[in-house]
């Protein structure tokens, strides 16, 4: 079993930054793509960031230029920088990682972001 666990998310005003981190836990033999997701009150989950083990990123365009995501394979461990923060941006925030050679996907607890002044 996989276990992700997600930190770094809470409270900030419109214009400040944040880091979010989901580091994975168990049986692990390798990870292909990790992502980050985020869910808005009344809205559908969304893919906000994602990396694959080559390191090939792609965004929302929503979050293009503000966020970067990145990965830290020893550690099996995703990343999510978030600057210049808009109050649009609130939302709870999932990581998401496709464990081993048949793609299985796992996903984390999720970690609220509020952007409020």
């Known amino acids: 079993q996989v276990q992700l666990v997600e930190s770094g998310g809470g409270l900030v005003q419109p214009g400040g930054s944040l880091r979010l981190s989901c580091a994975a836990s168990g049986s692990i033999s390798s990870i292909s793509r990790m992502a980050w997701c985020r869910q808005a009150p009344g809205k559908q989950r969304e893919l906000v960031a994602a990396?694959?083990?080559?390191?090939?990123?792609n965004y929302a365009d929503s979050v293009k230029g503000r966020f970067t995501i990145s990965r830290d394979n020893a550690k099996n461990t995703v990343y999510l920088q978030m600057n210049s923060l808009k109050p649009e941006d609130t939302a709870v925030y999932y990581c998401?990682?496709?464990?081993?050679?048949?793609?299985?996907?796992?996903w984390g607890q999720g970690t609220r972001v509020t952007v409020s002044s």
């Open positions: 990396i694959i083990s080559g390191g090939i990123t």
């Open positions: 998401n990682m496709f464990v081993g050679v048949l793609f299985r996907p796992y």
